[in-house]
């Protein structure tokens, strides 16, 4: 019999807050280790602590940076991604709900339900270490694959979290990397029309 992970609600781990809400559908964003460089966040960090931006204009800052695929890349390479894939849908059921996903060159929004024994940090443990260790073997290297970070946020309503699927599919699209969201091979949006 598994121990039930009790939520933990808000709470800290390094730059941002999370909110683990047991069995409340999340959206989660996670990025290789390389892809946002140390002094950039720092000086987001600074401007949002003195609130010279606010948490939105934060995160957009994020995207936006993120959309630009900066770094290695990793993602990029179809062995990888399709290995982030597996892991996802290989936790579907087990440790969450996936509902959407995109894998993008250097990041992965994912949106989840947890299961009722799980707590969003185990979750996010689960994929990222996996997939850190199967991925240095593939790339034949040692080291940080992913940023300690992830950022989630709640969905707080039926309209919330119709937005936040678009926003996930789209993302390739506003990327400038396809046309049309369905066109983007490691996304449930390609999955919902092939």
């Not at 689960?126 to 290297?141: A, F, G, P, Q």
Request: charged letters at 30%; one cysteine or more.
């Amino acid at each position: 019999m598994k121990n039930k992970e009790e939520p933990k609600g808000w709470y800290g781990r390094g730059y941002l807050p999370h909110f683990d809400g047991g069995e409340i559908v999340q959206f989660v964003t996670f990025r290789l280790g390389d892809s946002l460089p140390k002094k950039v966040i720092e000086m987001w960090q600074t401007e949002l602590e003195q609130d010279q931006i606010s948490e939105i204009e934060y995160h957009r800052k994020v995207d936006k940076y993120l959309d630009g695929s900066y770094g290695a890349c990793w993602l990029k390479d179809q062995s990888i991604a399709e290995l982030v894939e597996d892991t996802l849908k290989f936790f579907h059921d087990e440790k969450y709900r996936l509902i959407a996903y995109v894998i993008m060159p250097n990041h992965v929004h994912i949106l989840i339900r947890p299961s009722e024994d799980q707590g969003l940090a185990s979750i996010m443990h689960s994929i990222k270490s996996y997939t850190s260790k199967e991925v240095n073997k593939i790339l034949d290297r040692k080291g940080k694959f992913w940023s300690k970070e992830y950022f989630d946020r709640y969905i707080r309503d039926y309209d919330h979290f119709i937005r936040t699927v678009d926003y996930i599919h789209n993302n390739p699209v506003r990327a400038n990397l396809v046309r049309a969201a369905a066109d983007w091979l490691f996304s449930s949006a390609y999955h919902r029309v092939s």
